[in-house]
């Protein structure tokens, strides 16, 4: 059995649209612009929730999935945000932060891509807590629960 910890006191600790789940479990989702979340969530992912903008709507999801160290994987699924281009930004926030002078997301496309509300620890740390698990676009029930279970397998601890 992999180890859990408990969350931050108040688990999730920025308000927003989204369903919680099984805070011990490991997976998380963004649904992009698709209300799906239940999917993720009675597949068995701790939350999960829409994600609309490349900045403030980031900012809060990082936070809450920072506050929780049990998540491990990041499921991005549903219908990509048109203008904003949220997951492409969350992938480019995982991979390459952002600029330390502009505070832009390197490698964003999105309209809007700036976290100024995130110090550069808590970006670190999404960056080294979090597996992203692309599925973009994809809205199929059968698909997304059998990722969030393939994940929780693979589960490493907290």
């Known amino acids: 059995m992999v180890e859990k910890k408990e969350p931050a006191e108040g688990w999730p600790v920025i308000n927003g649209d989204y369903i919680v ?16 979340e239940e999917v993720l969530v009675d597949g ?13 709507g980031i900012e809060k999801m990082v936070a809450n999935l920072i506050s ?18 949220t997951g492409q930004s969350i992938e480019a926030l ?3 932060g952002v600029d330390p002078e ?3 997301i390197v490698g964003a496309t999105g309209a809007i ?3 100024e509300n995130l110090p550069d620890d808590a970006i670190e740390r999404f ?21 969030v279970k393939e994940c929780i397998e693979k589960d490493p601890g907290a």
């Open 21 to 36: 789940g099984d805070p011990k479990s490991c997976v998380a989702g963004a649904t992009l612009a698709s209300h799906i």
């Open 102 to 104: 502009k505070r832009k």
């Open 68 to 85: 929780n160290p049990n998540i491990r994987f990041l499921i991005l699924c549903g219908s990509e945000v048109q203008g904003h281009i």
């Open 113 to 115: 891509p700036f976290i």
């Open 127 to 147: 960056q080294q807590q979090l597996e992203i698990v692309s599925m973009i676009d994809v809205e199929d029930v059968t698909t997304i629960q059998s990722k």
């Open 94 to 96: 995982h991979s390459s």
């Open 44 to 56: 068995g992912a701790a939350i999960a929730g829409p994600c609309k903008t490349e900045n403030l």
